[in-house]
């Protein structure tokens, strides 16, 4: 009876607080915005070199960027701008070279010395991935993992096609050509790290039983290092018997390292931003630099907690305090699929990525997949409905379908023509409101009432979409990088906020909106956005 009787109570409460609390109403004014999860450098940071003058350099492939780390304070700036500094590994040859590859866009450049104009030494690669010079000769050797699975040698004057050396190896990832000539590097697939012949392609196993290793550098001592990207740890190899030892449990989600000349070895994470410095003599860990929150892309919001997909991992944030906690993370979860996009329902998540043409449905109480929508055409949002079937937009044929049933075979078109689409959210009044690349926020009656009209026109690049408790619409303008109030009753716009760090540029190929700028609103009016430039999250208050 006891717990009947506090239902009771509970419930009219309950009520009550219902009866006198009112919806916000429209702000005259916005705070400034502040960030809630600090800004961190890169965009995902993965390959790693000590060059002849000491520097540290890191790259991006997804931040289109080579930069520079101190290795004293960890201070972070870009050496090489976008597009052409984009950067999966990175190479220093006998002689100062600097070469990276350009992993998106399947190409090799290189440059003498910092005043020296770059060179394109290979091209047409898709997944050009690791690369290292033989020092004793100057030769260059790269591998294409992902996206193509085959070891080359790259002629350093650009006049040679590259030469095949090895194909179907199981990823060779990582790797650097030894003193003696050989190719030390792990095979992300098969969980071995190898040593390759360059002249004729004999492959040797030096050590196996790793789960994911990503990148391994030899010390001068006799030993191979290799970092474990889903296991997050930083293994010694000894190359005479190939024993291994774990140096130092890290983080999963590790991408690559390299040792410098002391014998400090630097580690990267994909997945925060970091780059960390052992030293093996001591065995301390220190980190240089790194963030939160990788690459933030699509967010919403329930209560208090901010879901954001951040392309590396997928993440709760505290919309409060700005803590945050990782439900994913790449490598570590294997379902994870590169996600931009974030939607939501009262029991499940449904994480969108453009470039694994995928939506992964992942239950919220259990934060298993429970389904995943293959093969679509450059997918770019989707919003699991409470019927179980899930809406999903598609930037490569401009529409929005419904797919449903036994493992969403039942496709219906919702809507056609749309111009680059880009983010959803569905309205108060039950019709999806969808921005469009185009410079539209786009209203699609799901019951078919009406045929869908744009509510708003000549908006700059228009990404990230949400509605207000009073009804107005918040939107990103990231081409102009400023967020803007839109009410479509009216018909009137304002500017919420401008000079944002947001907007970042995609490389050749790659789709216009790139990593979509994410907002949400909370139930007070405050405004959440996530920020591609710096990979921060903000929060923007209303005004009274």
Same mark, same amino acid.
């Given at each position: 009876m006891k717990r009947i009787f506090g239902g009771a109570l509970l419930a009219s409460a309950f009520l009550l607080g219902a009866c006198t609390t009112a919806p916000p109403t429209r702000p005259g004014?916005?705070?400034? $915005?502040?960030?809630?999860?600090?800004?961190?450098?890169?965009?995902? +940071? *993965?390959?790693?070199?000590v060059d002849q003058q000491g520097r540290l350099l890191a790259g991006s492939v997804v931040g289109n960027t080579l930069w520079e780390v101190d290795r004293q304070t960890g201070a972070a700036r870009v050496l090489i701008k976008s597009v052409e500094g984009q950067a999966d590994d990175i190479a220093i040859?006998?002689?100062?070279?600097?070469?990276?590859?350009?992993?998106?866009?399947?190409?090799?450049?290189?440059?003498?010395?910092?005043?020296?104009?770059?060179?394109?030494?290979?091209?047409?690669?898709?997944?050009?991935?690791?690369? #290292?010079? #033989?020092?004793?000769?100057?030769?260059?050797?790269?591998?294409?993992?992902?996206?193509?699975?085959?070891?080359?040698e790259?002629? +350093?004057?650009?006049?040679?096609?590259?030469?095949?050396?090895?194909?179907?190896?199981?990823?060779?990832?990582?790797?650097?050509?030894?003193?003696?000539?050989?190719?030390?590097?792990?095979?992300?697939?098969?969980?071995?790290?190898?040593?390759?012949?360059?002249?004729?392609?004999?492959?040797t196993v030096i050590a196996d039983g790793f789960k994911i290793p990503a990148a391994a550098?030899?010390?001068?001592?006799?030993?191979?290092?290799?970092? #474990?990207?889903r296991s997050g740890e930083l293994v010694r190899v000894d190359l005479a018997t190939g024993r291994k030892t774990v140096a130092k449990r890290l983080k999963p989600s590790l991408d690559n390292l390299a040792i410098a000349p002391e014998g400090t070895v630097y580690v990267s994470n994909m997945a925060d931003n970091s780059v960390e410095a052992f030293n093996p003599a001591t065995g301390e860990l220190r980190l240089l630099t790194g963030g939160k929150l990788a690459v933030p892309a699509g967010l919403k919001i329930d209560g208090n907690d901010l879901w954001v997909a951040d392309i590396f991992g997928f993440r709760q944030v505290d919309a409060t305090s700005g803590a945050v906690r990782d439900i994913?993370?790449?490598?570590? #979860?294997?379902?994870?699929?590169?996600?931009?996009?974030?939607?939501?329902?009262?029991? *499940?998540?449904?994480? =969108?990525?453009?470039? =694994?043409?995928?939506?992964?449905?992942?239950?919220?109480? @259990?934060?298993?997949?429970?389904?995943?929508l293959h093969g679509l055409k450059a997918p770019v949002d989707a919003i699991p409905m409470p019927d179980g079937s899930v809406i999903y937009a598609e930037i490569a044929t401009g529409s929005v379908s419904?797919?449903?049933?036994?493992?969403?075979?039942?496709?219906?078109?919702?809507?056609?023509?749309?111009?680059?689409?880009?983010?959803? @959210?569905?309205?108060?009044?039950?019709?999806?409101?969808?921005?469009?690349?185009?410079?539209?926020?786009?209203?699609?009656?799901?019951?078919?009432?009406?045929?869908?009209?744009? +509510?708003?026109?000549?908006?700059?690049?228009?990404?990230?979409?949400?509605?207000?408790?009073?009804?107005?619409?918040? +939107?990103a303008e990231s081409a102009a990088r400023r967020?803007?109030?839109?009410?479509?009753?009216?018909?009137?716009?304002? @500017?919420?906020?401008?000079?944002?760090?947001?907007?970042?540029?995609?490389?050749?190929?790659? $789709?216009?909106?790139?990593?979509?700028?994410?907002?949400?609103?909370?139930?007070?009016?405050?405004?959440?956005?996530?920020a591609d430039r710096n990979n921060a999250l903000y929060r923007i208050r209303p005004q009274r």
């Open positions: 004014a916005w705070a400034p $915005p502040e960030a809630i999860v600090a800004p961190s450098s890169f965009s995902g +940071v *993965h390959g790693l070199a040859g006998p002689k100062g070279e600097l070469a990276w590859t350009n992993y998106l866009m399947g190409m090799l450049r290189m440059r003498e010395s910092d005043s020296a104009p770059m060179r394109v030494l290979a091209k047409d690669l898709p997944g050009l991935n690791s690369l #290292d010079f #033989d020092r004793r000769n100057g030769k260059l050797y790269a591998s294409q993992v992902f996206l193509g699975d085959a070891l080359w790259i002629d +350093v004057a650009g006049q040679k096609p590259p030469r095949l050396i090895k194909k179907d190896m199981g990823g060779f990832n990582g790797f650097e050509v030894g003193p003696d000539g050989m190719l030390y590097g792990p095979l992300w697939f098969k969980g071995q790290v190898v040593k390759i012949d360059p002249a004729n392609g004999a492959m550098n030899l010390d001068g001592k006799g030993n191979l290092w290799v970092v #474990d990207a994913f993370r790449m490598q570590r #979860d294997p379902d994870l699929e590169y996600p931009f996009a974030v939607g939501l329902s009262a029991t *499940h998540f449904a994480l =969108t990525s453009w470039f =694994t043409g995928t939506v992964q449905l992942v239950d919220r109480k @259990t934060l298993k997949t429970t389904g995943v419904r797919a449903s049933g036994p493992k969403f075979e039942n496709k219906e078109v919702i809507a056609s023509g749309l111009v680059g689409p880009v983010q959803m @959210t569905l309205g108060k009044d039950g019709a999806l409101y969808v921005t469009e690349a185009a410079g539209k926020l786009t209203r699609i009656p799901l019951d078919a009432s009406a045929p869908l009209r744009a +509510v708003a026109e000549g908006l700059a690049m228009p990404e990230g979409v949400a509605q207000t408790p009073w009804g107005t619409f918040i +939107v967020l803007v109030e839109i009410d479509i009753a009216s018909g009137t716009r304002r @500017t919420v906020a401008e000079n944002l760090p947001i907007g970042l540029e995609g490389g050749p190929g790659m $789709p216009p909106p790139y990593v979509p700028t994410g907002v949400a609103v909370g139930s007070d009016g405050t405004i959440y956005m996530t």
